[in-house]
């Protein structure tokens, strides 16, 4: 049972929205890693369109309660970035220094206010050093 009801066109990625669609399209498909072929790809694409569409109807829906967006295990940033686009104050907090500096470097190239962080997102064992 979803959280929230999102209407049928949630999914679409309007083109007149300015730079989320290039990014949710293009450069995030791209930044995905040359590992990704073909399909994998296209369906990267599509995942981050999707995600675009849910973050909108939410934003358009008068339903939160705040405008923070944290993204637990950003990675590349991608989704943080989108709802910095439709205006929230977007964090993303990975594990990887790697993909932390990738995220801010697309954030850079979009011209979008991210805050990403290097965090461990489990907690460590007893006895276990950071």
């Given at each position: ?36 072929r073909g399909t994998c790809r296209r369906s990267w694409a599509a995942t981050f369109v999707a995600v675009y569409g849910a973050l909108r109807a939410l934003e ?71």
């Open positions: 049972m979803p959280l929230l009801d999102l209407p049928p066109d949630a999914r679409r990625c309007p083109a007149a929205r300015g730079r989320a669609p290039l990014l949710a399209r293009g450069r995030a498909a791209q930044s995905a890693g040359s590992s990704t358009e829906s008068g339903e939160l309660g705040g405008r923070w967006f944290c993204e637990w295990g950003s990675g590349l940033g991608v989704v943080a970035c989108l709802a910095s686009m439709l205006g929230f104050d977007a964090w993303g907090i990975e594990a990887e220094a790697d993909l932390v500096r990738a995220a801010r470097r697309l954030a850079w190239d979009f011209d979008v206010e991210v805050e990403f962080v290097a965090r461990q997102l489990l907690p460590l064992r007893r006895g276990k050093q950071a």
